[in-house]
């Protein structure tokens, strides 16, 4: 299954954009049973405007809210269980609040935005959605008490307001959002830094038997663009620049590296530079890096 996969890169993206704007926690447990927020955005106290750059994601984070992106389209049971996520945290925050002797003001309550790829027009009814005037199409509001929406990517417009969540779709909308994604200018803040997120998933989606039409589709759409970035990077700063890749990479891979494996990077040619870009979509953890540059040196 590649759900996990595709749940990890959507957590870990959000984290990415959001992190400027406030409090992000992802997979945040909650009290009763068990159960998971995928993210909990609390914004901060003074909010900058640049928040504008991300379009409706965004608005989104104008306020505390609760996201929960779907990779396949969301159940009318899956939707309940967000919901009810969100009357746990309200729930909390409430008796908190009578804790502290104070008043839980209702801006302090978060919205919460369940994302999924599709959805179709008899799920919204059930949950007697409605349009809100000057928001975007696919939108959809539940009534107000319940401080929700349901964001149907794929009804979404194709404008760059929407690029950061039509990223978060399937098969068409998401590679027409990569392509977008691409030929946004060099100096964007999150062009290079989604870019790597985007990467990182092509590598995890590589190592996995059992891919979907979608994720096969995606793999393809996306190696045209890894391969231009490597040879960009190396052209900009040769050696420099397939060093600053591959670093990039395999923190993504297999998390933070240390000092002395570092020098020992920076130390190979650049043949042994791609020759370790390939290897790494292999590795685990560090000791596979450790083995690997073992090998070079024999």
């Given at each position: 299954m590649t759900r996990f996969i595709h749940d990890k890169f959507a957590k870990d993206y959000l984290e990415e954009l959001l992190k400027d704007y406030g409090e992000v926690k992802a997979s945040e447990k909650i009290s009763g049973e068990i159960k998971e927020i995928?993210?909990?955005?609390?914004?901060?106290?003074?909010?900058?405007?640049?928040i504008q750059i991300l379009g409706l994601l965004g608005r989104f984070a104008e306020q505390p809210a609760i996201i929960e992106p779907y990779r396949n389209p969301a159940s009318t049971d899956e939707i309940c269980d967000c919901i009810l996520k969100l009357?746990?945290?309200?729930?909390?925050?409430?008796?908190?609040?009578?804790?502290?002797?104070?008043?839980?003001?209702?801006?302090?309550?978060?919205?919460?935005?369940?994302?999924?790829?599709?959805?179709s027009e008899t799920r919204l009814s059930s949950f007697g959605t409605m349009q809100k005037t000057g928001w975007l199409s696919g939108v959809h509001f539940l009534p107000d008490a319940l401080r929700t929406a349901i964001v149907a990517i794929h009804q979404l417009p194709q404008t760059p307001?929407?690029?950061?969540?039509?990223?978060?779709?399937?098969?068409?909308v998401q590679s027409q959002a990569i392509i977008e994604l691409q030929a946004l200018p060099l100096d964007h803040p999150y062009q290079k830094e989604t870019l790597e997120l985007v990467y990182n998933l092509r590598e995890n989606l590589r190592v996995n038997q059992e891919l979907e039409a979608d994720d096969r589709e995606l793999i393809m759409r996306l190696e045209p663009l890894y391969q231009r970035d490597r040879e960009q990077a190396?052209?900009?700063?040769?050696?420099?620049?397939?060093?600053?890749?591959?670093?990039?990479?395999?923190?993504?891979?297999?998390?933070?590296?240390?000092?002395?494996?570092?020098?020992?990077?920076?130390?190979?040619?650049?043949?042994?530079?791609?020759?370790?870009?390939?290897?790494?979509?292999?590795?685990?953890?560090?000791?596979?890096?450790?083995t690997w540059l073992n090998q070079q040196s024999i």
């Open positions: 995928d993210v909990l955005f609390t914004p901060a106290k003074q909010q900058s405007s640049n009357l746990e945290v309200k729930a909390f925050l409430r008796r908190e609040a009578k804790a502290n002797k104070t008043k839980l003001q209702n801006s302090e309550i978060p919205k919460l935005w369940v994302l999924t790829p599709t959805i307001e929407t690029l950061w969540l039509r990223l978060l779709g399937r098969g068409s190396i052209q900009e700063g040769n050696k420099q620049g397939e060093q600053r890749l591959v670093l990039r990479l395999l923190n993504r891979r297999i998390g933070e590296i240390d000092t002395s494996l570092i020098e020992r990077i920076q130390g190979l040619s650049i043949e042994q530079l791609e020759n370790l870009g390939e290897a790494l979509l292999d590795f685990a953890s560090v000791a596979d890096l450790e």
